[in-house]
């Protein structure tokens, strides 16, 4: 089977961590013990997010004195890409010897009349209270949003519409590798009159390209691993209450928030409605519970499912397959 599993940047930094590379490390360490069953059954591509990560390098860029300019948003998450991936690869190895992992720097096409370009929606680097938030904003020149109870960075984030290197990360995958891809959502890029492609100043949505490149790659299941065990319908209220089993359509009219849980629900529901597969939003210790449809947040065409990713079909449904036949419709 062929999973796409996009890690949450949370995972790789815990809010009110410090950034330092050790706490990272440790974090990604956790997060690949949590993994590694994975790889060992199926075909598995890892992604993951730089949002925390990519405010740090952008703070240490603008107070650099040896740049004339700031290195722009594209550059940064090729950085995040490099370090970020280099502490997964490493710790993959580690955790499954003998087994070929590769980490890809890898772009992702966006449009550069993209309207998210004039609404900054992507949280990066730290939370701030209101007022240091906003001052920050006014020296610097930033746009801040409210995020949960603080206030951080944002940045445009174009839809993802393509993984640059899909083919690449396809090859990859058929020689039995782990794939670290599409990190930070991709270095987002257009392709310019000239033919050639340009990095732009953005932050892509790494769920939302995680969606792109599961359907392209055919994968059987997507899953997306937050520090949440699961959505919430009324999420913050008196009457919150986890939501197991869902529809693309059902999950959506849950309206959670942009810039959080809402890229998660439209990446899962996306990958469903695209290729009748299965997908699944959840805490990152539960991702193999999740596929078997004991923990997480599941979405399915129908709104059931068994585990062992079938979604349920009813006996006299005329689409019901066959056994052996039994994979996501649209493959
Ligand atoms: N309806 C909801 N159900 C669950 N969590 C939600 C919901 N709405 C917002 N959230 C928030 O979304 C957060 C996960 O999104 P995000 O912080 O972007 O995750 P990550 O960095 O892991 O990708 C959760 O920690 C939770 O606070
Ligand atoms: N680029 C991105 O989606 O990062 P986070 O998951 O850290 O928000």
């Known amino acids: 089977m062929r999973l796409v599993v996009a890690l949450g940047g949370n995972a790789l930094l815990e809010r009110g961590q410090r950034p330092d590379a050790e706490v990272q490390e440790g974090n990604v360490r956790r997060a690949v013990a949590a993994l590694a ?39 940064l998450g090729a950085q995040t890409q490099g370090m970020i991936g280099y502490w997964l690869l490493q710790a993959m190895q580690n955790a499954l010897p003998g087994r070929q992992v590769a980490a890809i720097i890898n772009q992702t096409l966006v449009e550069a009349d993209d309207p998210a370009f004039d609404d900054p ?3 990066v680097g730290q939370s701030y209270d209101e007022e240091t938030a906003r001052e920050l904003a006014s020296q610097r020149g930033w746009t801040v949003k409210q995020d949960g109870a603080g206030w951080r960075r944002v940045v445009g984030s174009p839809r993802p519409q393509r993984v640059v290197e899909t083919r690449l990360i396809r090859s990859l995958l058929e020689t039995g590798a782990v794939v670290i891809c599409a990190g ?46 699961h959505v919430v319908r009324g999420f913050g209220t008196p009457d919150a209450e986890p939501v197991r089993v869902s529809t693309p359509a059902a999950l959506r009219a849950l309206g959670a928030p942009a810039g959080s849980m809402g890229p998660k629900v439209e990446a899962v529901s996306r990958f469903v409605e695209l290729t009748g597969g299965v997908a699944g939003i ?32 009813p006996a006299d449904d005329p689409l019901r397959l066959t056994r052996g036949e039994q994979r996501p419709l649209g493959r």
């Not at 340009?198 to 490149?213: I, N, Q, Y």
């Not at 210790?285 to 979405?299: K, S």
């Open 37 to 75: 069953p994975l790889a060992h059954r199926h075909e598995l591509v890892l992604t993951h997010g730089n949002g925390p990560q990519v405010g740090v390098l952008a703070l240490q860029s603008a107070s650099d004195p040896e740049l004339s300019t700031p290195y722009p948003f594209d550059v």
């Open 121 to 123: 929606s992507k949280f």
């Open 184 to 229: 930070g959502g991709g270095v987002p890029v257009v392709r310019g009159a000239d033919g050639l492609l340009h990095g732009v100043e953005a932050v892509v949505d790494k769920d939302l390209t995680s969606a792109v490149l599961a359907e392209a790659l055919d994968a059987d299941a997507l899953l997306v691993l937050t520090d949440v065990p």
């Open 282 to 313: 959840g805490a990152l210790a539960d991702a193999e519970r999740i596929l078997d449809g004991a923990a997480g947040t599941v979405v399915t065409p129908n709104g059931r499912y068994e585990g062992s990713l079938r979604p349920a079909v």
